[in-house]
């Protein structure tokens, strides 16, 4: 089991900046792919940005509406993930939801939510225009 937590969402304008962070617990490891979602109210869970497992490289991976603006991260000796998103727009306001999945999923399978195991409880991002 693994026991996932995310801080360091909230309010911000148009053009900010927020770091989020997703502290793991349990049976955390290096090997399993690691991603972000989000979810707007009345919207189905999407896709954000994932790391592949070390297995895979570590290569990250982006939705593209945010590419070049979201860079994906881990630190495996403190078992923590982050989500540095700059240049936010009202569009990604959202609950965010840090996931991590058992091992690594094949290529065609790392934007689907089905992919992972683990699921943290969202944490809000607000961006007023």
């Known amino acids: 089991q693994v026991r996932l937590v995310e801080s360091g969402g909230g309010l911000v304008e148009t053009g900010g900046s927020l770091n989020l962070s997703c502290g793991a617990s349990?049976?955390?490891?290096?090997?399993?792919?690691v991603a972000w979602f989000r979810q707007a109210p009345g919207k189905e869970r999407e896709f954000v940005a994932c790391?592949?497992?070390?297995?895979?490289?570590?290569?990250?991976y982006y939705e593209d509406s945010v590419k070049g603006r979201f860079t994906i991260s881990r630190d495996n000796a403190k078992k923590t993930m982050y989500l540095q998103m700059n240049s936010l727009k009202p569009e990604d306001t959202a609950s965010y939801y840090c996931?991590?999945?058992?091992?690594?999923?094949?290529?065609?399978?790392?934007?689907?939510?089905?992919?992972?195991?683990?699921w943290g409880q969202g944490i809000q991002v607000t961006v007023s225009s």
């Open positions: 790391i592949r497992g070390s297995g895979h490289g570590g290569k990250s």
């Open positions: 349990g049976d955390t490891s290096r090997n399993n792919a």
């Open positions: 996931a991590e999945g058992r091992g690594s999923p094949i290529l065609s399978q790392i934007r689907r939510s089905q992919a992972y195991e683990y």
